[in-house]
């Protein structure tokens, strides 16, 4: 069994009922200040509306969090409801850590939620997690200065820019600008985004990070020519210097990018910088179609868990429109039901973000691969876009990727 290397789960303390008091245990990993005092306020709220169950909320340092969950895990003490990066559940259910969540929510709840909830919650027919939000990903732009270079603004996803397009918008931008470097890719980010932000153009090229058809290997999928294309792309960007470092993570804000390909928690700094002039595109069609990221934070009951329908009534309740509506304010996430988007002032038709919607709804927006083995899948992804932004050979970087992951499959029989 593989070890996990990003955030997942928590620890199952032992349980305490006084007379007809249920206490349940809840991780939650200690993000922004705005997300702690949010989630402060929901268990205050929820123990003050029911009794008869009783929340402990444990804020786990996002520094450790996924050590101390990673050690809960293996010794079995995982809390009754624990909080985890999505993609990682798919190991976490292997392992036999988490329980079905099909039983324990109503239908009513299910059918509210994003489509993109669900598909990223789910794992071989049954829905295992549920957040309360969902990540935008797109590119942030002036759109006055889009103008003045002449460009189209394209309306939504289905009318992305193409691979072509997007390679003459970095040309002229880059004509009136002081040093030619026009585009953040967030490259002082670290870790998962570059799985998260970048495997989508590998996807909208026809190429992926593994075989989806049954998750066996990556071998000619992840090294095959469309994957291989959509790299060198992007490294094209990159040798031709239209690509910004952004070692300060301010190149959009002080105006030194015309463009920022970056997710839903940059809007309220980007709108306070550019107002009403700021605008959403969808990231370039290489081909296949524009594709986005998607999955974030969510929540999970343990399977060893005493008390599943007191945790699932915690989830319920976190799950309530104005609930939802209250921890995507904090995060500027996309809310996770379709009654909390009709209510948001970002997400709503026509609202500034509703673009996000669009993508998570319509068909745009692609699970990070639902495998035990992704852990490892992006790991390796992530090594060898490190190699290919540094000018390394883009079929070598993901030869080598595919035969490692192919051969952490194989070392774990398949994951079956």
């Known amino acids: 069994m593989i070890a996990f290397t990003i955030a997942a789960c928590g620890k199952d303390t032992p349980r305490q009922r006084a007379g007809d008091v249920t206490q349940i245990d809840a991780w939650f990993h200690a993000g922004q200040e705005g997300e702690r005092q949010v989630i402060r306020d929901q268990v205050a709220r929820f123990n003050q509306l029911d009794p008869a169950i009783q929340v402990r909320l444990t804020l786990i340092p996002e520094s450790s969090y996924n ?19 999505s993609p990682y559940l798919y190991n976490y259910v292997w392992q036999g ?40 990903l797109g590119l942030y732009a002036r759109r006055s200065r889009l103008k003045q270079a002449g460009l189209r603004i394209p309306k939504g996803p289905a009318d992305a820019w193409t691979a072509q397009e997007f390679k003459a918008a970095l040309k002229t931008l880059a004509r009136t600008d002081d040093d030619g470097a026009v585009l953040d ?5 670290t870790g998962e985004w570059f799985t998260y932000a970048f495997s989508p153009l590998l996807q909208s090229a026809g190429g992926d990070l593994i075989d989806r058809k049954d998750y066996q290997s990556a071998a000619g999928v992840l090294n095959g020519p469309d994957s291989v294309e959509a790299m060198h792309a992007l490294q094209s960007w990159i040798q031709g210097g239209y690509v910004d470092p952004d070692v300060d993570d301010a190149a959009f804000v ?8 970056a997710g839903h928690w940059e809007y309220p700094r980007y709108a306070a910088a550019a107002g009403k002039d700021l605008v959403v595109l969808p990231l370039p069609d290489l081909g296949q179609g524009s594709r986005t990221g998607q999955g974030s934070w969510v929540w999970g009951i343990a399977a060893k868990g005493q008390h599943p329908e007191a945790a699932a009534a915690f989830l ?24 909390a988007i009709a209510r948001s002032t970002l997400y709503r038709a026509n609202g500034p973000l509703h673009l996000f919607v669009d993508q998570l709804g319509g068909g745009y927006s692609v699970a990070r691969p639902q495998t035990p083995a992704y852990p490892v899948i992006t790991s390796t992804f992530q090594a060898a876009f490190m190699d290919i932004r540094n000018n390394g050979d883009a079929q070598a970087a993901l030869d080598r990727a595919a035969i490692v992951i192919d051969q952490d499959i194989a070392d774990n029989q398949g994951y079956r």
């Not at 969540?101 to 919650?121: C, F, M, R, T, V």
């Not at 890719?185 to 980010?189: F, G, V």
């Open 254 to 261: 002080t105006s030194r990018v015309a463009l920022s390909w």
């Open 316 to 339: 319920q309740f976190l799950l309530r429109r104005d609930e939802v509506l209250a921890m995507a304010g904090a995060n500027g996430a996309v809310p996770a039901t379709r009654s």
């Open 185 to 189: 890719l967030k490259l002082n980010y």
């Open 67 to 85: 050590s101390q969950v990673q050690a809960a895990a293996i010794a079995g003490e995982l809390p009754d409801i624990l909080e985890f990066d």
């Open 97 to 136: 850590h988490l329980q079905p969540l099909d039983k324990l929510l109503p239908d009513a709840l299910k059918e509210d939620l994003l489509p993109s909830i669900k598909n990223q919650g789910s794992y071989r027919g049954h829905l295992y997690a549920v957040g309360t939000f969902d990540s935008g």
